[in-house]
């Protein structure tokens, strides 16, 4: 089935870019997402990308994606302690499910 | 304008207890999602409406899971009987239309004793 993998842990020093990645296997994928999760809430909805774009950027955050390799990054500018939580790359697909990777872990050091 | 809503936040049950989950999507939202995230993992959908109907329930556990959106609007996910493995989150999230941007709630944390 679908598959959507990212990296479980990322650690950058505040004020440095932090750069997430993700890949996904379903080519008929129509929408890709970023959310935020900080602990105990819930999914916050950081940003999208369709599939016929290869850059969306909104303030701090900019999302590339290479559609012929499957690969999605969510950098961040100028991070900050506040950006420490888990990002869920999700890919969303003709049908309008979404399957989510795992989630990698943003620690940012002061 | 209001998300979400999930209700209870937490709920601490025995095992073999029934357990139910309300979850209120954003007003006008006609697509409503049902979601269990285990700990370390993204969430995975377990049931998908359109309106009142649902549209894809394939991964919902029918034998002791249910769920109901009787008038399109709210919706209610029950487990009876509760085990020991369905300590997790369960969260609702809801879109304008099916293919729409999915907003999601707070989540409910459910521990099973």
């Known amino acids: 089935g679908e598959d959507v993998e990212q990296s479980l842990f990322l650690s950058v020093r505040e004020g440095d870019s932090s750069v997430i990645n993700c890949t996904y296997t379903d080519s008929s994928s129509t929408y890709l997402y970023w959310y935020k999760q900080e602990p105990g809430a819930g999914l916050q909805l950081l940003t999208y990308i369709f599939s016929n774009m290869d850059m969306k950027q909104d303030q701090r955050l900019t999302v590339l994606l290479n559609k012929k390799d499957k690969h999605l990054s969510l950098r961040i500018a100028d991070t900050q302690t506040g950006d420490s939580a888990i990002y869920f790359c999700a890919a969303g697909g003709s049908q309008g499910n979404l399957i989510f990777g795992k989630g990698t872990k943003l620690s940012v050091k002061p | 304008e209001a998300g979400v809503v999930q209700s209870p936040r937490y709920k601490i049950i025995e095992k073999k207890q029934p357990v139910a989950f309300w979850c209120n999507p954003i007003s006008g939202h006609n697509t409503l999602y049902w979601y269990l995230q285990n700990l370390g993992q993204g969430p995975e959908l377990l049931i998908r409406y359109e309106n009142e109907e649902a549209v894809d329930d394939s991964q919902l556990p029918k034998d002791r899971f249910s769920a109901e959106r009787l008038k399109g609007v709210d919706s209610t996910l029950k487990i009876q009987p509760a085990e020991l493995g369905d300590s997790a989150v369960y969260l609702c999230?809801?879109?304008?239309?099916?293919?729409?941007?999915?907003?999601f709630g707070p989540g409910t944390r459910l521990l099973v004793l």
């Open positions: 999230a809801s879109s304008l239309e099916g293919v729409g941007t999915q907003y």
